[in-house]
């Protein structure tokens, strides 16, 4: 499979798990089951966009301005790939398998949007419900949090 034929089909997982409200292992596996011809790599590449995507959700939202799959999508290809308009615009030809081409707001979010003025539990991908609870226990860092400063503060 092609990048862009990674892209639509993890677009695609997210869509089956947000419209059956199913464990994102699930949706995967059905995915592979119905699509035979994807290899183990292929299916391993899907898979990590899929959860990249997932633990960017909220984030992603922000960014895009929509809480879509693909527009979560997007998000954790800026977020947790790096990657500028360009190489994202790439992987959105709407040719052959790829996903349609990045609408003018997609792109104009992509290259002006970021997380200043983000909640901090938007900004941190974590439950708002947990804000309290993240502020108390990592301050400045809950809005950031990452592994070893949680990990620190764990105690391990």
Not at 15 to 40: C, N, Q, T, V, Y
Not at 58 to 83: C, E, F, I, N, Y
Request: proline share 8%; glycine share 8%.
């Amino acid at each position: 499979m092609t990048p862009a034929a990674r892209v639509s089909a993890a677009i695609e997982v997210l869509a089956d798990i947000e419209s059956r409200r199913r464990p994102a292992a699930d949706a995967m596996k059905d995915w592979g089951l119905a699509h035979r011809f994807a290899g183990s790599g292929d299916r391993a590449a899907i898979s990590a966009l899929v959860y990249d995507a997932l633990r960017r959700k909220s984030s992603s939202a922000w960014l895009m301005g929509d809480s879509t799959p693909r527009a979560h999508v997007v998000g954790a290809l800026k977020q947790t790939r790096g990657l500028d308009l360009a190489a994202i615009a790439a992987l959105f030809t709407g040719e052959r398998h790829a996903p349609p081409p990045l609408s003018e707001a997609e792109r104009e979010r992509l290259a002006s949007a970021t997380l200043a003025g983000a909640p901090p539990h938007v900004a941190g991908d974590y439950p708002e419900w947990l804000a309290p609870e993240f502020e108390a226990a990592f301050g400045a860092a809950a809005a950031a949090p990452k592994a070893p400063v949680i990990m620190a503060r764990l105690g391990r």
